[in-house]
């Protein structure tokens, strides 16, 4: 299943956030969004899975959701959204008992989730015994425990430490190198961007709009830290951005 | 130059991180009271206190004796303990059905917010009169009361604990196609239960209050009426009976929500 923004814009009320975003978000691909804070990159991502309406445009869902499919559209966030009275399981399992799902089929898709992020062994603890890495891993696998057709991350590795956080993208990448998911992935860190992404779309400062599509037709295995290439990619968006990040630095907020 | 031949002064860097970190120390609390007992019954035997002033915490200890030789005190604590447990109970699960209503409705919260506004200060004892026409002398307008003066506090923390739930796990519970009745059982509910319990404690304790305020008019047996008959006789020690069985009442009330609170909330951090 593809997804296609036809001429999204958005404002709250004076404010106008987007304007005219045009976009293909591509099946088995992940597309990062970048743009300097407060461009409404994370708007943007909540107008793309339903949890708001834009003002003008509308956003397309091309070909059917495979039929295993939960939730086609599912959220990483980038504060986990764990309920903390539940265990880790039962964080997976709150997604589940709404969609039918019941008794061993529950078991089977725990299992697999866990296994697959490698937290089979954390299986009962409760969020706040977690690291905020291993939190993440849980949101993760909870996502994926939807089957999503499209996985809808929001700044999933911001909450997190350096070194936590390239754990996560090495496990990320091992995910989709395994199974390819879709992804749009919004941040605001270059060098995620560029170890993660398919194509990046660069948004201006508000309103956002996209000032370009950069491209990195490395497969995503053969990313390495310090990687020439992904290093001129990653300074070619910065020189893109800086004047724009420097200027939304300066701005006063509305708030 | 001679100065630098000088050993350099050593000297340990002063430790000033202490304090600001309540811990709970547990005995503390009981031997406070202890000791101002013995103050006041060593007070009261040396003639600092006369008993006019103050009883004898050791009269008052075998007044409560007595009581409970003569089986009088189960016949007073029986009903009241059955007057506060059908009044509380109703008026916290009217209080926290209709606060999670106005947390969740924004029809509800705009119609009954500032009607809650205006109750809440109304001292309940004062409708007692009006209750007992309404609900006759017998057992029911004591319910009312309590039941009454219970609601108000509830619905007020409830909704505040409702309105405290954090929105991002609601908006994950959207984003997760979950059910309306899902979110608000899976998620809110849960979520406020930190604020209702603490809404309770205050709850329980106007309970206590209002339970004494309505055996005060028209019971024959109860903590109250024990209470207001040894007043009008001026007994002091069989007052002092009837007050220390409500603290110890409160303080048991207490404990089982901080009970709880450790076993139902032990998700929080």
């Known amino acids: 299943m593809d997804l296609q923004l036809d001429n999204v814009s958005h404002r709250y009320d004076d404010v106008e956030v987007l304007r005219s975003i045009n976009l293909v978000i591509p099946a088995g691909k992940i597309v990062c969004i970048i743009g300097p804070s407060g461009c409404g990159k994370s708007t943007l991502l909540r107008l793309i899975g339903g949890l708001e309406l834009p003002t003008e445009g509308r956003i397309l869902q091309i070909g059917e959701p495979p039929a295993e499919s ?35 089929h529950v078991e089977t898709i725990i299992s697999d989730v866990l296994a697959r992020t490698n937290l089979t062994d954390f299986r009962k603890a409760l969020p706040k015994q977690l690291s905020g890495g291993m939190k993440q891993r849980v949101a993760i696998s909870r996502a994926l425990a939807v089957k999503p057709a499209v996985m809808l991350m929001d700044e999933p590795l911001s909450a997190l430490d350096s070194q936590t956080r390239e754990l996560l993208m090495d496990d990320l990448i091992d995910l989709w190198t395994r199974e390819p998911f879709t992804s749009v992935y919004v941040t605001h860190n270059l060098s995620e961007a560029v170890r993660l992404g398919h194509s990046i779309v660069v948004l201006s400062r508000r309103p956002g709009c996209i000032r370009e599509i950069v491209d990195i037709p490395v497969p995503l ?20 951005m800086r004047d724009e990040a420097a200027a939304a630095d300066q701005e006063l907020l509305d708030a | ?30 031997i406070v009271f202890v000791v101002l007992i013995a103050l006041i019954e060593i007070g009261a035997r040396l003639g600092f206190i006369s008993n006019l002033t103050l009883p004898r915490p050791s009269d008052v200890f075998y007044t409560f004796v007595e009581l409970w030789n003569t089986g009088l005190l189960w016949k007073h604590l029986l009903p009241s303990l059955s007057r506060l447990a059908v009044g509380a109970t109703i008026g916290a699960s009217l209080g926290i059905a209709v606060g999670v209503m106005i947390g969740l409705f924004s029809y509800v919260r705009a119609g009954l917010v500032p009607i809650v506004a205006a109750i809440f200060p109304i001292p309940k004892i004062a409708l007692l009169p009006l209750f007992v026409i309404w609900f006759g002398i017998e057992e029911q307008s004591k319910y009312a009361l309590i039941a009454f003066g219970t609601f108000t506090p509830t619905v007020v923390a409830t909704y505040g604990a409702v309105d405290n739930v954090d929105r991002s ?70 007052l002092f009976v009837g007050v220390a069985i409500l603290s110890i009442l409160g303080v048991i009330l207490s404990s089982v929500i901080t009970f709880f609170e450790t076993r139902v909330l032990d998700w929080r951090v």
């Open chain 1, 221 to 240: 295995a053969e990313r390495k830290i310090g990687d020439i290439e992904l290093e001129q990619k990653q300074k070619y968006l910065w020189e893109l």
């Open chain 1, 70 to 104: 939960l939730n086609p559209l599912t959220y990483v966030f980038q504060d986990f959204a764990l309920l903390p009275w539940r265990s880790v399981e039962g964080n997976i399992s709150l997604v589940l008992e709404d969609h039918g799902i019941r008794g061993s």
């Open chain 2, 169 to 238: 796990l609601i908006r994950m519970g959207q984003s997760f196609s979950l059910s309306w009745f899902s979110i608000v059982t899976k998620i809110v509910l849960p979520g406020s239960m930190p604020g209702i319990l603490s809404g309770l404690r205050v709850s329980l304790a106007i309970a206590i209050i209002l339970l004494v305020a309505a055996e005060m008019l028209g019971a024959e047996y109860g903590v109250g009426a024990y209470i207001l008959e040894a007043g009008s006789l001026y007994d002091l020690e069989r």
């Open chain 2, 1 to 30: 130059m001679p100065d630098s031949e000088k050993p350099d002064l050593q000297m340990q860097v002063a430790f000033r991180g202490g304090g600001f970190a309540p811990q709970s120390k547990r005995w503390i609390g009981l």
